[in-house]
Structure formats: structure tokens, C-alpha cells
């Protein structure tokens, strides 16, 4: 059995990493919300919208070819949960939508090219639950269909859309794997490198190629990087970043770059940022944020700017946004959002507005 190395507190919930590296929550926060907003960046304002029926907290948010978003999972007051919601922009509304096949959060929730959505993995039980099933969900249908399990059970973990249409699922250990949707099956997992890596950040590229960036190694903050190459199905590590950091973000930008943000490091939250250059395969330091941030979200805008959002820091848990200008590489204020929250989703609609969803907030 493996046995505690350290803890790390975040906000109300007690992370535990283990000797493996490996960070687990103790269980699902009491303080999970159901409140929901959208961001409006014409305006740069937020609104308060309906709730979900749920308080949901390391959840997904998946944006369907129809142009709702299909939330799936995790919970709150009442534990790991298999029910699932859709918000409807064009009537502001939450509909009920058909429970996956078991509960689970720490969970992917992927669109496929077909319009189904490919949920992997999860936990659904404290300190040991990590699953390796998997499902789909039609929503020409709305139902659910187990698909084929992955070789590992993965919570916490990365799922990338590869140009081939096929998902990339890593971070979660020393191993990798794809899906291939025509299949429905898993290929043979290939090497990520000298060691395991969790709670790490992955983004493909516009090569084609997947970025897997920092989080946790060998039970520390771990600045290293690897790419890995589709035409070949290999993994080559790459220069590292300057800081070692875990429950950061990582976005692709306009130009082909990478942006990471926040985070938690050695020298606890981070407000640092720093920027991959896939044409030089360097790292560099760039404008930090106005506050650190973990747990928090970055979105993309339609002006190619980039929200950042919520999250936790030294102060507690954030109410606070910001947006970064690719052009001037500065971060400026945004609204407030409501409330604070941290562990949230944030989804791109197609009107150009930003839905946030749950999270958790501090308690009373």
C-alpha cells in the first residue's frame, strides 16, 4: 500500500500526494456550487444565469455541435454523482439530460468528430476509485454506451483531440494512450518519458504535435516538458520551463504559441506565465498576472485574447478576472465574476460569451 509523502491544502478540501507523486483529493468538497454565469467580453460583464440543478465540482463542460453544453458528473454535498445537464443558450435554461452509467468526477469529457462525446476515467470513491472505464454520449440520443475500458485507471488526467480525429489520454502515470473512434478501441500505451507526471497540462500544437508541460514528479513541482509526435508515436522531452508548477493552464495562442499560467509551485501559488515557442522550442518569461491563481480557468476569446478566471490563492478563493493581450503581452482587469470559485468550468459558446459553471466557494 502506498503511504502519504506529504499534503497539500487546498482552500477546504486536503490534497494528499503520495510517495508516487500522485495527487488525490480526500473527498468532494462540501462547498460545491450550483451557481452559474456568462461572460459577455463586449460588455465585459458577467450575468448571473440559472442554476444547474446540481452543485457540481471537478466536473465537465462539453460545448455539442448543437451549441449547447453538456455538463457530466462530480457533485457536492452528496458525493461522486453520474448525472448529467444541458445548457440550452438559446432559452437560458438547464435541461435534463440522460446519467452516465456511473458516477464519476476528475473525469474527460471529449466531442468527437461525430458529435458524441467521449467521457474517460475518473474516480468515484475517495483515496482509491480511480476508474478505467469509459463511455459515450449521443445526444441525437441522449444515451449513454460503455465503450471500451483503457488498459490504466486514470483520475486528474489530459484528453487531447488528435488532427487524425483520434483522443490522446496521458498524465496520469508513466503511460499514454489513444482512442480511435472508428475502432472503439485503445492502442498499446507508449512511454511519457524518464518518469510519471500528474496534474500536468496537455496542448496540441498547431504541428499536430501535443505539448504535455509540468505538474508533479517524483512526489515534486516538476518544470519539465515533452512533446509527443503523431507520425511517429513517439515522446521527446524538450527544453524545460524556469518554474516547476501544478494546477496551472496551458492555451494555445493565435500565433502558435503557448501560454502557461499560475499555478502552484515551490514557493506556493504563482502568478508567473511563461511562453512556448514551438519554432525555437524555448521557454520564456513573459508578464506575470495580476494575481496567482491554481484551480482556475483560461478561455480563449474571439479577439484571441485570453480570460483568465477565479481560481484560489494566497487570499483564499478568487472572485477576480483578468485578460491576457498576446499582442502587448500584458494582462489587464476584467469584471468581478458574482462569487468566488475555484475547480470551475469555463466553455466558449458560440455567441462568443463565456459559461461558467459550479465550482467551489468558500464556506460559511
Avoid at 14 to 22: D, I, L
Avoid at 40 to 51: E, G, H, K, L, N
Avoid at 240 to 249: A, E
Avoid at 274 to 298: C, H, N, Q
Amino acid at each position: 500500500m502506498m503511504t502519504m509523502n506529504y499534503f497539500v491544502v487546498l482552500s477546504l478540501c486536503t490534497w494528499m500526494v503520495f510517495n508516487s507523486g500522485k495527487v488525490t483529493g480526500a473527498q468532494i468538497s462540501s462547498n460545491a456550487m450550483n451557481n452559474c454565469e456568462i461572460y459577455d467580453p463586449t460588455a465585459d460583464q458577467w450575468t448571473v444565469i440559472a442554476s444547474m440543478t446540481t452543485e457540481r465540482i471537478h466536473h465537465t463542460a462539453t460545448l455539442l455541435n448543437s451549441g449547447k453544453v453538456l455538463v457530466c458528473g462530480s457533485g457536492g454535498y452528496t458525493g461522486y454523482i453520474a448525472t448529467c445537464e444541458i445548457y440550452d443558450p438559446s432559452t437560458e435554461k438547464w435541461e435534463a439530460a440522460a446519467s452516465m452509467t456511473m458516477p464519476r468526477g476528475f473525469h474527460t469529457a471529449t466531442l468527437l468528430s461525430s458529435g458524441q462525446v467521449l467521457v474517460t476515467g475518473g474516480t468515484n470513491s475517495n483515496f482509491n476509485g480511480d476508474l478505467k472505464t469509459c463511455e459515450i454520449y449521443d445526444p441525437s440520443t441522449n444515451k449513454w454506451t460503455p465503450t471500451t475500458s483503457m488498459s490504466a485507471s486514470r483520475s486528474g488526467h489530459t484528453a487531447t483531440v488528435l488532427n487524425s480525429g483520434k483522443i490522446l489520454v496521458t498524465n496520469d502515470g508513466a503511460t499514454s494512450e489513444i482512442y480511435d473512434p472508428s475502432t472503439s478501441q485503445w492502442s498499446s500505451p507508449t512511454s511519457i518519458g524518464p518518469a510519471a507526471r500528474y496534474n500536468s497540462v496537455a496542448t496540441l500544437l498547431k504541428s499536430g504535435e501535443v505539448l504535455v508541460a509540468a505538474g508533479i514528479q517524483a512526489a515534486k513541482y516538476s518544470p519539465t516538458c515533452e512533446i509527443y509526435n503523431p507520425s511517429t508515436n513517439q515522446w521527446d522531452i524538450i527544453s524545460s520551463m524556469t518554474t516547476g508548477r501544478s494546477r496551472h493552464t496551458s492555451i494555445l495562442l493565435g500565433s502558435g504559441k503557448v501560454l502557461v499560467a499560475g499555478g502552484v509551485g515551490d514557493a506556493d501559488f504563482l502568478d508567473s506565465c511563461e511562453l512556448y515557442d514551438p519554432s525555437t522550442g524555448k521557454w520564456s518569461v513573459v508578464t506575470k498576472m495580476i494575481a496567482e491563481r491554481a484551480d482556475f480557468t483560461t478561455t480563449m476569446l474571439k479577439s484571441g485574447k485570453i480570460l483568465a478566471t477565479a481560481g484560489y490563492g494566497y487570499t483564499g478563493y478568487l472572485d477576480s478576472s483578468e485578460i491576457y493581450d498576446p499582442s502587448t503581452g500584458t494582462w489587464n482587469p476584467s469584471a468581478r465574476l458574482s462569487l468566488t470559485r475555484a475547480s470551475h468550468t469555463t466553455t466558449m459558446l458560440n455567441s462568443g460569451k463565456v459559461l461558467v459553471t459550479g465550482g467551489e466557494k468558500i464556506g460559511s
